[in-house]
């Protein structure tokens, strides 16, 4: 599987936009983006995934560049509750490694007042 | 609808005894994954199952651990002569398949004392 790469942690203020960059400079044709976020003491929720084009949805825009070796998650406005540990991750759609998807450490995001 | 319901939700256990930990995936998901997570850390990838086969159980660290999902639904993580080391909360997730987005529980954690 190819690896991402996320800053450790940001900050951003309530009612600002939380940019949140992810590098998967190796990711292969084959593997989707995908974003999740874990809410403490609860498992990682789904936000949104993508292969090339640029996706929205009711929680989250994800842009992917051309070249595809990075990608950032978008909250257009974000309140306290989008404080969270955000997580990057890439898989494959088909071939051994299709199942499998494997998580980093994310980037803790808090949104202050 | 129910999501992805993990029992129990906390276990306390001694050194050296045998633990079952049970995992109830989404109605019709025939993906199931186990994850393993330590404090401060991402989701660590334990053995994803499509139907009742394991079709990847490379994350497994050792054979005191075992999963089955003998119909297709229901599965059960073993862990034998539990060790400290052991200690973590163990996360389940379920898909429609195994190119769709993960729904996770809200996990076990386990205590080895």
């Known amino acids: 599987d190819a690896k991402t790469t996320q800053p450790p942690s940001m900050d951003c203020a309530e009612g600002r936009a939380a940019n949140l960059p992810c590098n998967h400079s190796?990711?292969?044709?084959?593997?989707?983006v995908y974003w999740y976020r874990q809410i403490h003491s609860q498992g990682p929720q789904y936000i949104i995934h993508?292969?090339?084009n640029n996706e929205t949805n009711e929680m989250a825009s994800l842009i992917i560049t051309e070249d595809r070796k990075s990608s950032t998650l978008i909250l257009p406005h974000a309140t306290l509750r989008d404080t969270a540990v955000y997580y990057c991750?890439?898989?494959?759609?088909?071939?051994?490694?299709?199942?499998?998807?494997?998580f980093g450490d994310g980037t803790t995001l808090t949104v202050k007042p | 609808g129910a999501g992805v319901s993990q029992t129990p939700s906390n276990k306390v256990t001694e050194k050296g005894k045998y633990v079952e930990l049970r995992c109830d995936p989404i109605?019709?998901?025939?993906?199931l994954y186990w994850y393993r997570q330590s404090l401060g850390q991402g989701p660590e990838f334990l053995i994803y199952?499509?139907?009742?086969?394991?079709?990847?159980d490379s994350g497994l660290p050792n054979d005191r651990f075992f999963a089955v999902r003998p119909e297709g639904s229901v599965s059960t993580l073993k862990i034998q002569r539990t060790e400290r080391g052991d200690s973590a909360v163990y996360l389940c997730?379920?898909?429609?398949?195994?190119?769709?987005?993960?729904?996770f529980g809200n996990g076990t954690r386990l205590t080895v004392t």
């Open positions: 997730a379920s898909s429609k398949g195994p190119n769709s987005p993960l729904h």
């Open positions: 190796t990711i292969s044709g084959n593997e989707y």
């Open positions: 993508g292969l090339k």
């Open positions: 991750i890439v898989k494959a759609y088909n071939g051994a490694n299709a199942g499998k998807s494997t």
């Open positions: 109605s019709g998901h025939t993906a």
């Open positions: 199952f499509q139907g009742t086969g394991a079709a990847d």
